[in-house]
């Protein structure tokens, strides 16, 4: 199965949006995730202003929907430094009556940033009970003091119903922290580095250390050369599978984003690879990659749904200039647990 997905991007400081325009075969997106709603339609959160909602009943014919903040979280925009509204790659899980979306809010190649929460009791926009309630901040991470960024951010249980959230880009990698599970927000004890693209620890010298440059628009960017991000965690019969991006997002036709992933028998890890590498020194197996159709194809989320496993990123698509199109394909595992694909 192959559909493809956009969230028109506007100035941050709009909050007066304009009204939004989808492709319903063919839309445009970035860092996708997806859930089943109560009414048996799908739904995709996405990265754009206030957080990009479509839904579909068939997951192929999409329409779009109300973005999740109609303003932007005074909590962020005081705490994240030129953050205000454009909200990047968020998260959805179901608990207990009652829907967790987590969202990050950062300014591009920086880690001053931070991971917020929303709750929603249903996705459906008609329903009476259709309301997202912020709960404000999870975790931040602050410029040259912090050895990880906090966006990107993936719930995940373990199997005593254990709250865990990953998040992480570039600086020293993919985090992995215990929540409280009273309020699905508190965090337990500091963030662990679970994966890197590099083959050891950084030190916070290292980081601060790391040459920035300027990109177009005046943009200054932080970022070192640890070029991962993205994690989503599955649990999948008795592995936890861990899904990472290696390489470079967001440059159109100069995009080089690969999907690799590894796996452990505990939440923590240690992840390896097929071949038997950590993930914690730069292990992973390549899932999806720069190939005759597409620039790069990466930030994945990954879904056990009626049976089925799916697999959806964005993809810069080649005959498309290298817009980001929604990729979903369905996966299924070998005897030995390792990813297939059909």
């Not at 410029?143 to 709250?163: Q, S, T």
């Amino acid at each position: 199965m192959a559909i493809s997905m956009v969230c028109q991007a506007q100035d941050g400081n709009n909050h007066n949006r304009r009204p939004f325009h989808i492709d319903s075969l063919h839309p445009n997106v970035h860092d996708p995730v997806m859930a089943k709603g109560e009414n048996g339609r799908y739904y995709i959160f996405s990265t754009g202003m206030g957080v990009g909602v479509m839904s579909s009943a068939d997951l192929r014919i999409w329409k779009a929907e109300p973005p999740v903040f109609r303003q932007a979280p005074q909590w962020a925009v005081d705490t994240v430094r030129g953050y205000r509204g454009h909200t990047w790659a968020p998260d959805i899980y179901h608990h207990k009556g009652l829907w967790y979306l987590y969202y990050s809010c950062s300014t591009f190649g920086k880690n001053g940033s931070a991971i917020g929460l929303a709750v929603n009791k249903t996705l459906d926009p008609a329903s009476p009970d259709f309301n997202w309630e912020d709960k404000g901040m999870v975790i931040a991470s602050h410029r040259r003091i912090d050895n990880f960024n906090a966006i990107d951010p993936n719930l995940i249980l373990d199997k005593k119903g254990n709250p865990y959230l990953t998040f992480g880009s570039f600086w020293d990698g993919i985090q992995l922290v215990k929540l409280s599970k009273k309020d699905f927000k508190t965090p337990v004890g500091k963030p662990k580095t679970i994966a890197r693209r590099v083959g050891r620890k950084l030190s916070l010298a290292e980081l601060n250390d790391a040459t920035a440059f300027t990109i177009e628009g005046g943009d200054t960017i932080e970022a070192g050369e640890n070029a991962i991000e993205a994690p989503f965690i599955l649990r999948h019969g008795k592995y936890y599978y861990l899904f990472v991006s290696h390489d470079y997002c967001c440059r159109g036709e100069r995009s080089t984003y690969k999907t690799v992933y590894g796996r452990s028998k505990k939440i923590e890890g240690p992840y390896v690879d097929q071949q038997g590498r950590s993930m914690e020194h730069g292990g992973g197996t390549l899932l999806y990659g720069p190939n005759a159709e597409f620039f790069g194809v990466g930030h994945c989320s990954v879904y056990d749904i009626d049976g089925q496993t799916y697999f959806l990123s964005h993809a810069y698509e080649k005959a498309q200039n290298g817009q980001a199109k929604l990729f979903l394909r369905k996966l299924s595992f070998d005897n030995k647990g390792w990813i297939v694909i059909p």
